[in-house]
């Protein structure tokens, strides 16, 4: 790797040198044939080279060119206009407003294309849109963006990364995440999530066969393309500051807490005495609390009441945010670049918790020739946090701030930690129990490119990522975790563990444009690739040491647990596209893909993956062109296939774990091989709409689209004859299909103002249709069933509280009403599964000059979520020791009550009762802008306006909120559910399924500032 970046840097001094020819200086000014305003952001281009500029402020621009030049006007919204230098020295141009929106060039595999000539199912995010958001995680900002995409944060940790399902889940057991590339490389999701928005040129998801085919054994799930900012030259550097600063806090629960004086009459009512009351009782020689009268208590709970604390207050703060980012891009023909600096850090709103990243970028392309090229991208990012333990336990902040009664405080009058009713002080853990990780991201690539003849590109890149994990995690020697786990006669334990991550990927591609008989066009595309992943592991574990301020290994007195690991695999393709349009009307583009991975079995080592999709633009017949009010209108349709690879290295092979016999070594069979193993595959078809109406002012996208994936990876249970208890095997299908849309519409269009509302909506059905034997595979609360969508829930049947004597009821298998509860009732909850239904989002943008005000609403629906949460603050009794909600206390007391909840017996049960609708809306974001007004800056010297198509101009101010309001009509808390928790088991990692305890979702208040001269 540093002798790849040392060659770059060598290249840049070699071509540097600009070409030395007769120039002439032209100026002059770009303006709207419209209403002859000035046009700021013009791109001024010398065809045929990559030399150029802008216009400023007040549309001016002045450019030093060969006599013999022609001048390309090109900005977005606007018709491309070319015009001679001959011996102009003055050119002033009118530029006039086009249906610009199909010129638009989208990044899609192994190229670009322009959207007018897409048959494939891709949105387009420009980067510029997400910049302002103000979350570290690049996954999390595009949430509401694009229709067919949920995304969902796993939860408000800061950094957390988020969960992004296209189309619906894709897979049981070999993961649903969508492929993450990088400026044309495959990445981690690691890699992907650290990019910051502020490198970013635009974003490309790619939601069809049509598009993602071209990816074979890892497009099945959808593949997001990520294009960092490319060097642009210019006649000078450009500089770009933004700078951020917010503040954060816990969203509001919809529910209250008891306060000290509820929950001390709610243990009396149910005849329980805390340890305080209990102390007590045995004072004044009451024998219990059932025993003593209200006013024998009230002393008691008069001292405890005063000492009351609100625990969501006590580990709970403010949190903190900040971002500083500085840009520099310039260059001349022969070499630009682009560098940018990102530090980023943010102070949790749990204490304890904290996030730091500093990123570099830099971008080089190089132009020594106009038959040559070379470039390359390097993004190189350091991060450190502070974690809390996210575990459904005594060590757990997000459970005890719930949990912790409020007559407890959190020390004790002597100042010692108060151990609580749990023995436990969460404080104490917070402080003694630390744990953090260190991650170090290197993400380069690098290539070469020569056009031997016209139209042929020929392109050589090599692409590395690298990641380094560490962390650790020590309970220092006299804390309370350490008297409860460790041992006394070596106090103290640490852990150190990590990872290394190496993943090599070399493309070669070839494509080659021309025209046959003047309106044929066609492009072809051809290349190879080769990918190689090595990964590496330790684990270290010691306890005995001197001393709480030392905790490497060194120190301590006995290891425990010395291990490491290493594994790896390779993937080689081959593949090939043709693209073919008619006068730009019929279009038509078929690829294939060959894989080949190391990761399956040697009878099943390769597949052939292929697309075909068709195209028709409308507008462009005959007989549309006296339709005015149509802009544009295009139909689409697609049909491929792909696959998924994401499975363990050695799943198709036997397997054997080695150690001792007595003295002797020994080796065991741990796993059966399967050499017919193989990747899923999906089949999918899309048809699809695109229209621009009525001068653009309304633009919309629909989508219908339905995916089979067949030869699922489940493990099969086998005969203990075998000496096995399973296998992996291709032996399930499951069906995605749905609706999705994506309009705008401006209600107000001057050249002042602008009102533009935009909704997107996203309809999924998922279904397994077959498994093998059409068995009901067990998942904890959930199920795999044929004719149910994936996780359908499994569970009792809640049917109310008896009025007559308060027993809890349910239904048994037969749907009778029992107060008898038996596991053996449990059924499956038809239709009921964690995955939305429905999802999407509404912005309004309004501006007026140099203001602007926008708002994002996010909505979802059809899912549903088993809130253990809930269950836990309304126990009927089973937690009485523990803090409960208000709503607890509305129990059966006596015949004829009417209540929710059943008398406590001390007992609940896992049913439908917790199982709530996860339907909500939420105000994702609102954020108010100011740009300074152009004859101020021209004043100042800033004047300068930014190059059509990049991300920042002039100076502006905002403001933001995230996370404002949100309503939820049945679900008890935030309804935007990730993980449970960080239990580690597949019900709390399985996104949505269950809500346990885990770090509360954030909102936020930003302020920042944009500068670009």
Known sequence: MTKFLFSGWLLALLFCLPALAQEVTVSGRVTSSDDGSALPGVSVQVKGTTRGTSTDASGNYRINVPGDAQLVFSFIGFANQEVAVGNQTTINVAMQASNNALEEVVVVGYGTQKRASLTGAIANIQGRELVNVPMANLGNQLQGQVAGAQIT?????PGAPAFIRIRGVGSLNA?????????????????????PTTAIEQISVLKDASSVSIY??????????????????????????????????????????????????YEYDLGYANSYVADYLRTRNIANITSARPADLQPIWDQLNAQSVNWLDVLLRQGKQHTETINLSGGSEKLSYFLGLQNYGEQGINNGSDYRRQIGTLNLEFRPYKWLRAGQTVNFSYRKENLLRDRNNAQSPFRAMYTYNPYEPEFNPDGSYNLTHQGFSISEAIANNTENSRTINGLATG???????????IRSTIGLNYIDVAREYY???????????????APGNKT???????????????????????????????????????????LLTSKGFPSGNVSTQDNASTPLQTTSGKSDWALYSLFARLNYDFDQKYLLEASVRRDGSSRFGANNRYGTFWALGLGWNLKREAFMKDVTFIDNLKIRAAVGTAGNFNIGNYQSLGLYGYGSYGTSSSAVPTQLANPDLTWERSQSTNLGLEFDLFNQRLRGVVEVYNRDTKDLLLFVPLSNV?????????????????IEADLAYDLVRTKDVRWTLRGNITLNRNRITALYNNAEIPNGLSRYVVGQPIDVYFLNRWAGVNPANGDAQYLNKNGEVTNAFSSGDAVTLNGKSPDPRYYGSIFNTVSYKGLALSAQLYYSGGNYIYNNIWQTLVSDGANRASQQAVFALDYWKQAGDNSPNPRPTGVSRTTDRFLQKGDFIRLRNVT??????????????MGRATTAGSQYGGVSFFVQGQNLFYRAAEYKGDPEVGIGSGEGNANALRGGLISIFSYPTVRSYTAGLNIAF
Do not use: C, H
């Open 722 to 738: 075998t000496g096995f208890s399973s296998r992996l095997e291709n032996v399930g299908t499951m069906n995605n299909r749905g």
């Open 216 to 265: 074979g054994s890892r497009g099945s799930n959808g593949v997001i393309l990520v294009t960092t900012r490319k060097p642009s030259p210019t006649e000078g550097p450009r500089v770009e500051v933004n700078l951020r600063y917010g503040i954060s806090e816990k969203t509001p629960d919809n529910f209250e807490l008891m306060s000290s004086q509820q929950k001390l009459q």
């Open 175 to 195: 993961g649903s995440d969508p492929l993450y590339v990088v400026d044309g490389i495959p990445v981690t999701a690691d890699a992907y999530q650290a990019i």
């Open 447 to 457: 290539y070469v490119g020569i056009t031997p003849i016209e139209n042929l590109d």
């Open 153 to 157: 944060n796993q939860n408000g940790r």
């Open 496 to 538: 150190d563990n990590g990872s290394t991550t190496f993943n090599y990927i070399w493309t070669n591609t070839a494509q080659y444009n021309f025209t046959l008989a003047g309106r044929n066009n066609f492009r072809l595309l051809g290349g190879t690739e080769f990918t190689k992943n090595s990964f590496k592991s330790y």
């Open 928 to 941: 108010l802008s100011y740009t300074l007004p152009t004859n101020l800056l021209n004043r100042i010297g």
């Open 475 to 489: 309970i220092k020697p006299g804390s309370i975790l350490d008297q409860y786990v460790g041992d006394p006669n």
